[in-house]
Nanobody, 122 residues
Framework: QVQLVESGGGLVQAGGSLRLSCTASGSMLSINEIGWYRQAPGKQREFVASAAGGRAPKYADSVKGRFEVSKNSAKRTGYLQMSEVKLEDTAVYYC????????????????WGQGTQVTVSS
């Protein structure tokens, strides 16, 4: 069974940097797309960034120019490099991926991680 596990969250000062990782485990043919969402207290979950083969990375306007998303297919890992973080970046960050699991590789399936807390302090 495919699972996503995030790591790298924590406490960071405003203006600092942090890198989140998301590693997929289980039997799979490929990871088509891997991305990140976040949910701040009292707010809805929102899209942050995503990376997929064959297209340019996508970013929410709020993080464009500050965050960089990437994926390493060989390591089955996605990354979110966060720079120049702001107080409003405080949230639980969730990994999201579209994967072809085995043995049913013909069906692209969406998976979510359990989330990692990022707290930005002033």
């Amino acid at each position: 069974q495919v699972q996503l596990v995030e790591s790298g969250g924590g406490l960071v000062q405003a203006g600092g940097s942090l890198r989140l990782s998301c590693t997929a485990s289980g039997s799979m043919l490929s990871i088509n797309e891997i991305g990140w969402y976040r949910q701040a207290p009292g707010k809805q979950r929102e899209f942050v960034a995503s990376a997929a083969g064959g297209r340019a990375p996508k970013y929410a306007d709020s993080v464009k120019g500050r965050f960089e998303v990437s994926k390493n297919s060989a390591k089955r890992t996605g990354y979110l490099q966060m720079s120049e973080v702001k107080l409003e970046d405080t949230a639980v960050y969730y990994c999201n991926a579209f994967i072809r699991p085995m043995p049913n590789w013909s069906a692209i399936t969406e998976y979510w991680g359990q989330g990692t807390q990022v707290t930005v302090s002033s």
